[in-house]
């Protein structure tokens, strides 16, 4: 269990190990994995479309007591919205597996041109919030687990569970008002200042993820002026986060610390630093992997609330505008999108995970 | 019902009540954040009941007399917390935004146990393709971001905008969607573990009926999770209807207070340095969420032995906690699998070896 558990994750499925499943298991586990993945897709895609179909039309909802009743029937018999239901589906269905997520009502765009827009400013946001999380809860997730039962334990959990009981948007309003507003520091809102923003729109081949692009203007003004738009959504999203992963590792090395293999490192004389910082610390960081993989969708639900908080221009403030602009195939296909990328994520982190850990492949 | 007198010298009912027996058995830390908790849960329960006799004015109220309030006036002794942007008095919605939160708690957790116990015990009790079909669903709505799940519900359900009862059903209703995949998959779960004991082979034996044994033997010893799920799923339901009120999806103002929505309408004050439009509702959320947090993470981890006493067992846990917060209570099925299996009539053995248990490690 020992020898196993602290693999270096670098060797995929080494041959002298056998499984009692035989030779391959690791394959075989990746491909059960992989062909999971098309019943979620199929169940969330289809939920979302029975949801929002079912009950009514899009243009019903978007234009309903705005147009003439005769111009509003015109208008959906166009769009193909009163043939059976089943049909459509069939044909969304079909539009999916093409990579077409639908084009928006209110102003005609491709949901895949929002994702390519947009879901760079996500990603650099779920990034940046990542390395809060990390830099944040695993350093005193140990101290927590380390002191368990004294004081800073103590102060460390009930510092995570506010972090848990503070919704991100108003940590977000705070952040806000103090530094932006009382201190006057940071900026209040956006990714960067209008000058930058359209210096960087210039640049060629713009990856859309604003650091990198400032750093290939080469001013590092433009880098500073990005980073200090980052830091306020950064922090609030990543302490949300950082207080999961601090009750995460507290957990799990408090847990490690009571196993067998580490009262054998102490009776061996192994030193208590060593012991939490090797034979505790490491394969409690195991479940971690899993965890940051359920952590795509709190942050991708957070990052809804912390993009509209702070006018952050990516997927989930887009999403809030077509909310309020009841532009429901907009708001269907990004969600649509949204939960692939949820499904891949976590078929991605499952397979980290099972090279990390033999013990996952069952 | 012939098994309660059998066991003779039982506790009293009072004692043997969910958080008394379990606030009985916490020492120091635990016992304070336990009582902690309680205190700001009544607080807001006390605050939800008497909000009519609490609220200086009604939710929606503009003027006293002939005289309007004002808008964003700041806090004075007419108005303690100060008035909104729409010339609301802030502490009369913040009062009157608990008794909101009240319902949609209380209608989100009943609709979601009922649903998911039912679905959980069916599903686990007969097996076979139901419940495999169930599983594949729920995992598949259990990954999906939960907020985006709420958002597309909440405009099926209500098609976005709602008076009071009309938007606290839809926001529960969108709730509870995301919750029954939770009790779905921790009944299920203990009702698989306990089909197997022997006292379930023995009622068949002598030829109870399917539904006798599911709801007498099985579902009575299934539920011991519950009550930690059901206070941690009730800070998460706050959560997610403030969330669902921030993107402009709760309840009409002049419907109902939600102090979700009032945030929303606060982000434009904050950066001009009104304070008090959104420091004060989202202080009530962080309290109530963290009062009724710190009850479910302390019952969570009284009921949990390895996290109740000092160096724990020897088994390994690879996956402890790692579905936090919502289900925490999931490492507790198997330590407390042990204690329960052995009597049919137990489900509260396991909270009874807190004291001796706790005051042995210190």
Do not use: C
Request: aromatic fraction near 8%.
């Amino acid at each position: 269990m020992t020898t196993s558990v602290e693999t270096p994750p670098a060797k995929p499925a080494p041959r002298p190990r056998k499984d009692k499943s035989g030779g391959g298991a690791l394959g075989r586990y990746i491909l059960v994995r992989a062909l999971l993945i098309i019943p979620t897709v199929f169940i969330l895609v289809t939920t979302v479309f029975v949801l929002m179909r079912a009950t009514g039309d899009p243009i019903t909802a978007a234009q309903g007591g705005r147009l003439p009743a005769d111009q509003l029937a015109e208008r959906i018999h166009a769009a193909g919205y009163d043939r059976p239901l089943i049909v459509q589906y069939l044909e969304y269905l079909g539009d999916l597996l093409h990579g077409d997520f639908g084009t928006t009502l209110s102003d005609g765009r491709p949901v895949t041109e929002i994702l390519i827009t947009y879901g760079a400013a996500t990603l650099e946001l779920a990034f940046y919030a990542l390395i809060v999380a990390f830099a944040v809860g695993i350093p005193l997730g140990r101290i927590a687990a380390h002191r368990r039962d004294k004081t800073p334990d103590a102060v460390l959990r009930v510092l995570a569970i506010l972090a848990y009981a503070t919704p991100v948007f108003f940590a977000g309003l705070l952040l806000k008002l103090v530094f932006s507003v009382w201190l006057d520091i940071l900026p209040v809102s956006g990714r960067a200042d209008t000058r930058v923003a359209l210096q960087l729109g210039r640049i060629d081949n713009p990856t859309g993820i604003y650091l990198i692009d400032a750093i290939k203007t080469g001013d590092w003004a433009n880098v500073t002026n990005v980073l200090q738009h980052a830091i306020l959504p950064a922090l609030a999203l990543g302490l949300l986060t950082a207080g999961v992963f601090l009750r995460l590792v507290r957990t799990n090395v408090i847990s490690t610390l009571g196993s067998g293999y580490v009262d054998a490192a102490r009776s061996r004389g192994v030193s208590e630093r060593r012991l939490l910082r090797k034979h505790a610390y490491r394969p409690a960081l195991i479940p971690i992997v899993t965890v940051i993989g359920l952590q795509i969708a709190l942050l991708l639900s957070g990052a809804v609330l912390t993009e509209t908080t702070f006018e952050w221009k990516g997927l989930g403030f887009q999403l809030a505008q077509y909310l309020q602009a009841r532009d429901f195939v907009a708001v269907q296909g990004i969600v649509a999108m949204l939960a692939v990328i949820v499904a891949l994520t976590n078929f991605i982190v499952d397979i980290i995970a099972a090279l990390i850990d033999p013990r996952v492949r069952y | 019902m012939t098994t309660a007198p059998a066991t003779a010298p039982r506790r009293s009912l009072w004692a043997r009540l969910p958080i008394v027996s379990q606030l009985r058995s916490s020492v120091g830390l635990q016992r304070g954040m336990l009582i902690a908790g309680l205190v700001l849960a009544a607080i807001f329960l006390l605050t939800a009941l008497f909000a009519p006799v609490l609220a200086p004015y009604g939710f929606a109220q503009l003027r006293e007399g002939d005289e309007l309030f004002g808008a964003t006036q700041p806090p004075s002794a007419e108005h303690l917390f100060g008035t909104t942007v729409g010339g609301y008095d802030v502490l009369s919605r913040l009062i009157w935004g608990a008794r909101t939160a009240f319902f949609v708690i209380v209608i989100a957790v009943t609709a979601s146990l009922v649903v998911g116990v039912l679905l959980g015990l069916v599903s686990g009790y007969f097996g076979g393709w139901l419940d495999r079909v169930l599983v594949v669903v729920a995992d598949a709505l259990y990954s999906f971001p939960s907020l985006l799940l709420a958002i597309v519900l909440a405009i099926v359900i209500s098609g976005g905008q709602s008076g009071m009862w009309s938007g606290i059903f839809s926001a529960a209703l969108s709730i509870t969607v995301i919750f029954v995949p939770q009790y779905f998959r921790v009944i299920r779960a203990e009702v698989v573990r306990i089909k197997a004991e022997a006292f379930v082979e023995s009622a068949r034996v002598i030829g109870s009926s399917h539904w006798r044994i599911m709801v007498r033997h099985v579902l009575r010893n299934s539920t011991r999770t519950l009550p930690l799920i059901l206070t941690l799923n009730a800070s998460e339901a706050i959560l997610t209807l403030a969330g669902l009120g921030f993107l402009g999806f709760g309840i009409d103002p002049t419907a109902a207070a939600e102090w979700g929505y009032d945030l929303n309408r606060a982000v434009a004050d904050v950066a001009s340095g009104i304070w008090w439009t959104a420091v004060f509702p989202g202080a009530a959320i962080v309290l109530v969420v963290l009062g009724l947090t710190l009850v479910g993470e302390s019952l969570n981890d009284l009921a949990d032995p390895r996290l109740r006493k000092r160096a724990a067992g020897a088994e390994p846990v690879e996956d402890l906690g790692v579905e936090l917060p919502a289900d925490a209570p999931a490492g507790d099925d198997e330590a407390a699998a042990a204690s329960s299996t052995t009597a049919s009539s137990g489900p509260d053995d396991g909270p009874d070896a807190g004291p001796t248990t706790k005051e042995g490690a210190l």
